[in-house]
């Protein structure tokens, strides 16, 4: 299992960039993981939208995990 990738460390300007552009690479049934400082609920209608599914954990008060994942 690959380490989630950890979008605090990214600046808050490049954040969605970054980000979907490392879910549209994804293949049939590949999933990305991503570390967040907050609950990324903006990003959940798009995703759907756009037939990925998505499953959200908070760990910490500044770490929300997030797997997207594209279906077949």
Do not use: C, Q
Not at 50 to 66: F, I, L, N, Q, S
Request: hydrophobic share 30%.
């Amino acid at each position: 299992m690959t380490e989630p990738f950890d979008l605090r460390k990214i600046s808050i300007f490049e954040r969605h960039n970054v980000l979907f552009d490392r879910i549209f690479k994804l293949g049939p049934d590949e999933s990305f993981t991503f570390i967040n400082d907050h609950e990324p609920r903006p990003l959940y209608p798009e995703l759907v939208k756009r037939g990925y599914r998505y499953e959200t954990r908070k760990e910490a008060e500044d770490k929300w995990v997030v797997t997207v994942t594209k279906p077949k």
